[in-house]
């Protein structure tokens, strides 16, 4: 797969798809952590004197209409103050001012918005992937997504290659897929076993432990023949789940916080014995074992929260787990949006050694599966 960095781009007209499907809120982002992950290779394309057409999506419009509420423009100021230059916001697929204004940075609108993105249409594949001199695909986030600004586009496009942050997330995760650290540590928490299956599956034969937290630790604790109340549980997964248990890898609470309600009505915190079954779990601690596996790892892969941390009543556990992974001297690897935010509120960014801007991407790459836009490139290189 070629990289932006290795290519000729001076003077070029390039079209960057990145992922900038940030959290907007009355028309104000609250998260700019996906803008800023995209400024490499838009500052680097800058100073080669390039124009710049960026591709993004933003939440889930209906396909092929136009929703202000999930307009791009909101992204184009904040751009804009970032670069200190302004970026024009460009609604038509067909407009003449693209790479044709005194803009050296535009902003495509919502490619939600238009027909055939998520089908991957071939046409529109087609459009995007010739409006410039070389499709520069460094959107992580989406590369386990076939559609038409992810695969079609760079497959029709007269030449491609992945950004400066594609580069960067690939590398830094084959640093677990291919490590040879050890004590290797994982940590996979979030509502269900079953979304995260192939994963916990993958890690059970290469991690030396795992620490499961939300939904999927109460299943693991079902299955271990626990109490777990009113707590979300798949049942339809628990013979899986005794079966993982059996490599005697997956470390399971002790203690744990329970509630009657989301809310937090009656809220406990009791030995994982106790739990009756009128409460429900919403947030673990971690015992003295897992925190001392913290600290002896040498690397540390985190993809979920332990419990429900947006409320307070339930944020010790991930807390804790947040602030022992900022004083581990092992290499540490965190991915998904809930682990993101997270560390956003608990520790910096700073304090995790790699912080993924993928989710589903994140998840499918560890796992060892074939993402859709990578193969693209690839394939493109070699044709």
Not at 43 to 48: E, F, I
Not at 148 to 155: G, K, P, Q, V
Not at 206 to 225: E, P, Q, R, W, Y
Not at 283 to 305: A, C, F, H, R, Y
Request: glycine share 8%.
């Amino acid at each position: 797969m070629k990289s932006l960095v290795e290519l000729n781009i001076t003077d070029k007209n390039l079209v960057i798809r990145a992922d900038m499907n940030v959290p907007i809120k009355n028309g104000a982002i609250k998260d700019l952590t996906r803008i800023k992950a995209c400024l490499p290779s838009i500052k680097h394309a800058l100073a080669n004197n390039c124009k710049v057409l960026l591709v993004s999506h933003l939440g889930r419009p209906v396909e092929g209409k136009i929703d202000k509420a999930f307009s791009l423009s909101p992204v184009a100021e904040a751009l804009s103050s970032i670069l200190d230059e302004p970026v024009q916001l460009i609604s038509s697929l067909e407009s003449d001012d693209i790479f044709n204004t005194k803009n050296n940075v535009q902003l495509l609108e919502n490619i939600r918005f238009f027909s055939g993105e998520m089908s991957n249409d071939s046409s529109l594949g087609k459009l995007l992937g010739g409006m410039g001199d070389i499709y520069v695909f460094d959107a992580f986030g989406t590369a386990h997504r076939k559609q038409a600004s992810t695969h079609a586009a760079i497959l029709s496009s007269k030449d491609s290659c992945g950004g400066i942050l594609l580069k960067q997330e690939i590398e830094f995760l084959n640093k677990a897929m291919l490590n040879t650290l050890s004590p290797y540590l994982a940590i996979i928490g979030g509502a269900k076993v079953s979304s995260k299956l192939g994963l916990i599956n993958t890690l059970n034969m290469k991690a030396d432990s795992i620490i499961v937290g939300g939904g999927i630790a109460n299943t693991f604790l079902k299955a271990s023949g626990y109490e777990v109340g009113t707590s979300l549980v798949e049942d339809s997964m628990l013979d899986i789940a005794s079966d993982m248990l059996k490599k005697n890898k997956i470390l399971l609470p002790s203690m744990v916080v329970t509630s009657t309600s989301f809310e937090g009505a009656d809220v406990k915190i009791k030995k994982i014995d106790a739990v009756t079954n009128d409460e429900m779990i919403l947030d673990q601690l971690l015992t003295e074992q897992m925190q001392d596996v913290i600290k002896s790892s040498k690397l540390i892969l985190w993809n979920g929260p332990l419990g429900v941390f947006e409320n307070p009543l339930f944020s010790s556990g991930t807390e804790s787990l947040a602030q022992n992974i900022k004083t581990s001297d092992g290499y540490s690897i965190a991915g998904g949006g809930e682990t993101l935010s997270a560390i956003n509120t608990f520790i910096n960014k700073d304090d995790v050694s790699y912080c993924s801007t993928g989710g589903g991407a994140f998840l499918e790459y560890m796992e060892g599966k074939k993402l859709p836009s990578i193969e693209a490139l690839s394939r493109q290189e070699i044709g």
